[in-house]
């Protein structure tokens, strides 16, 4: 069930006028899928020929159906209806929200301490009873089903061996059709312009079966390259991945560059250390300080474990991770872990803080 017919159902078993279904389902009909009313309530009066203190009112009685939050126009009137409900009588969560989010979302705690004189543990209270609450009310009825990869190609590592299996599941074997070929062997039972069509199918027909063919060849090819310049990457993981170009494989089996871009789009390869598409092989160095190169993902990977083992409470900034990756011997910019980080979805520092 979607969140619009969710709501449509409780609006049905409200006990509403006639104009006041109307507009509810004008007010419903403009909630998008986080659960947030998008048009002002000025349009609704409009559209409905109603005054904006009866949507206003309506509006209210929806914001009660669930889930707690639907219907709010910003974050904080949704986070005001769920802590009503879900909290209770609390006035410091209420000033919090009415007029603090942005020191809030910020951590900045100890400065809503003293603008409300109050003692920070207090605050500090009312800051996770508000982490207990949801920003998108509308998530649960909108999960997109999870969309599953079957791999194009399978890589196993047999003793110190790699071989490669390309997967045929559902790949019809195609081949001309006997009964074509019996028509040509017919002589003159079959007219000659019937022959010229025939002939004329075949060859196109054989063409396409020796392209499939071919392009299978191609990409076994390019996998096997793959493996020979990313080895270490088959062997240990993830991290031991190097900087590869599609011209380095184009020049190792003899191919254009134009050809590897087409056969790695959208294909997935089963490796040791789990399922990548080809594309991922590919990527750009960074220069060690001792002369080498790794790869741009290696480093993202070494960044994503800095952060996945920091202290919450005291989460380190772009310029620290740039500080430890210099102890790896890994030199790069802060703009550069700054890129990176918003790359993999991580926070600033200030917002991974953890306060309680």
Not at 4 to 32: K, V
Request: charged share 30%; glycine share 4%; hydrophobic share 35%.
């Amino acid at each position: 069930m979607t969140l619009y017919d969710h709501l449509t159902l409780q609006l049905r078993l409200s006990n509403f006028t006639e104009t006041e279904d109307l507009i509810g389902s004008l007010i419903i009909g403009n909630i998008d899928d986080d659960g947030y009313l998008r048009v002002s309530l000025a349009d609704i009066a409009e559209t409905s020929g109603t005054d904006k203190a009866v949507v206003e009112t309506v509006l209210r009685q929806i914001q009660e159906f669930d889930p707690l939050g639907v219907g709010a126009r910003d974050l904080k009137e949704c986070l005001l209806i769920q802590a009503k409900h879900r909290i209770g009588d609390s006035p410091i969560v209420e000033e919090i929200l009415a007029n603090h989010m942005p020191d809030l979302e910020n951590k900045r705690l100890q400065i809503i301490a003293k603008k409300l004189r109050v003692p920070l543990e207090k605050v500090v209270e009312a800051a996770r009873l508000i982490c207990e609450l949801g920003p998108n009310p509308g998530r649960h009825f909108n999960e997109e089903e999870a969309q599953y990869i079957t791999p194009d190609i399978y890589v196993y590592n047999v003793g110190n061996e790699f071989f490669i299996v390309l997967n045929e599941d559902g790949m019809p074997k195609l081949r001309i059709s006997s009964f074509y070929r019996n028509a040509l062997s017919q002589g003159d039972l079959t007219s000659k312009i019937t022959k010229e069509y025939i002939q004329e199918k075949i060859r196109s027909a054989v063409w396409l079966i020796k392209s499939i063919h071919q392009r299978q060849r191609t990409i076994h090819k390019v996998m096997k390259s793959i493996i020979k310049f990313q080895r270490d990457f088959f062997e240990k993981n993830t991290g031991h991945l190097k900087p590869l170009v599609l011209r380095d494989v184009a020049e190792d089996i003899g191919m254009h560059e134009s050809t590897i871009s087409r056969v790695t789009t959208n294909k997935y390869v089963h490796t040791p250390q789990g399922i990548f598409e080809l594309k991922y092989f590919f990527n750009s160095g960074i220069d060690y300080s001792r002369g080498e190169s790794i790869a741009s993902e290696s480093v993202k990977d070494k960044i994503k474990q800095i952060v996945l083992n920091e202290n919450p409470k005291k989460p380190y900034s772009d310029q620290k991770i740039v500080n430890i990756l210099k102890e790896l011997k890994i030199n790069i910019a802060r703009r550069t872990v700054t890129k990176y980080r918003e790359m993999l979805n991580i926070l600033p520092s200030s917002k991974r803080k953890r306060v309680f």
